[in-house]
């Protein structure tokens, strides 16, 4: 008869696919249950990363050790192994996995993604400019361009430089403090992007792991509208990605926008809140405002992924300066930058609690 200490027994051998320690030493093991009329046994794992094929070879040890051991069915569910765990191992890491950066399981980046359920809503408006003000706030970030079919974070930021090669590595454009990397620095004369899903994911793991990015607090991703590829990859390559919804006041939006936020709960990304955007028009000469995209959709959406609004963004230019071009940046001082800054320091509290 199937126990937990028997479970135990069979799983302590099974080893961690990057610490190359049993998962007993690792503390690994986190839950055992049994149904024992259906002889069903599931378990919860920890490793020191996850949404890898290694997690998946592991995966197939462990079902096949526990149907041997007895087990009619095996669930499995994943999780990270914390900080204070991945210490106590690191020097058992080999190398290639010390050198993975910012995917390395003892990585300190937090990574952020900026999604939307669909094109219009200012996504990588609000990318830019989360990226800026987290820098403004003494913050080490990077801003990667994963829209790949769509990239418009270099005209945005006003960059017209490209990146350089030093060895192996790409180094990145730093711009107004923010480290960026986008598809539009690969392509000529803003060529169509006509790759299939494959390459694209190729692609994406180049931005990570071929890109010297040096030690960054964040690294936001600006991620392409809707639930296709390249954002399932960026869920699968990044399982504990914190991820902020995008969306205009109008209901459509928001319940367009829902399904974003369901894909990054469903595998497992954290949800840290909903920013509206052009939420509403002010005139300089009244003071009046008008509701030109309607109300409530950003509560609506937030209360439906049980998370909070972060802020609500009006429609309004930025200050062009054609010495220092950046045409969708808002300085500092300027109105909006002033609510992205309040977002960032929101952002930075609710990661840190």
Same mark, same amino acid.
């Given at each position: ?27 690994? +093991?986190?839950?055992? /249950?049994?149904?024992?009329? !259906? @002889?069903? %046994? #599931? $378990?919860?794992? =920890?490793? &020191? ?64 993604? +900026?999604?939307?359920? /669909?094109?219009?809503?200012? !996504? @990588?408006? %609000? #990318? $830019?400019?989360? =990226?800026? &003000? ?76 071929? %890109? ?142």
């Amino acid at each position: 008869m199937l126990t937990e200490d028997s479970i135990v027994d069979i799983l302590k051998d099974l080893n961690d696919p990057f610490l190359h320690k049993s998962l007993i030493e690792t503390n690994g +093991i986190l839950e055992v /249950k049994i149904k024992p009329e !259906k @002889s069903h %046994v #599931s $378990v919860k794992i =920890a490793i &020191a990363k996850t949404g890898t094929a290694e997690q998946l070879q592991l995966q197939t040890q462990i079902v096949d050790a526990l149907k041997s051991g007895g087990a009619s069915s095996v669930g499995i569910r994943f999780s990270e192994l914390p900080e204070e765990e991945l210490v106590k191992h690191r020097d058992s890491m080999p190398q290639e996995q010390a050198d993975l950066g910012l995917l390395s399981p003892t990585s300190k980046t937090t990574f952020i993604a +900026i999604a939307s359920g /669909k094109g219009g809503v200012g !996504k @990588s408006t %609000v #990318s $830019v400019n989360m =990226a800026t &003000a987290l820098a403004r706030l003494g913050k080490k970030v990077g801003l990667v361009d994963a829209d790949i079919y769509g990239f418009s974070v270099p005209d945005m930021m006003g960059i017209s430089k490209r990146p350089v090669v030093r060895g192996e590595k790409i180094i990145p454009v730093e711009r107004f403090g923010v480290k960026v990397i986008s598809m539009g620095f690969f392509v000529e004369d803003n060529a169509p992007v006509i790759w299939r899903g494959p390459v694209l994911g190729k692609m994406l793991n180049s931005f990570f792991n071929e %890109v010297e990015w040096g030690e960054l607090d964040y690294l936001l991703l600006d991620l392409p509208p809707g639930t296709g590829d390249v954002a399932l990859d960026v869920h699968t390559m990044l399982p504990s990605c914190k991820e902020i919804i995008v969306t205009t006041p109008h209901p459509t939006a928001a319940f367009v926008a829902a399904r974003a936020g369901a894909m990054a709960i469903k595998t497992e990304h954290e949800v840290i809140g909903v920013i509206e955007n052009m939420a509403f028009f002010e005139s300089k000469v009244t003071g009046e405002k008008e509701y030109v995209f309607g109300k409530g959709g950003g509560d609506k959406l937030a209360e439906e992924l049980r998370t909070e609004v972060l802020g609500r963004l009006p429609l309004q230019q930025p200050d062009w300066n054609e010495e220092d071009f950046a045409p969708s940046v808002y300085a500092a001082e300027h109105r909006l930058g002033k609510i992205y800054t309040e977002i960032a320091n929101k952002i930075i509290h609710t990661i840190a609690n």
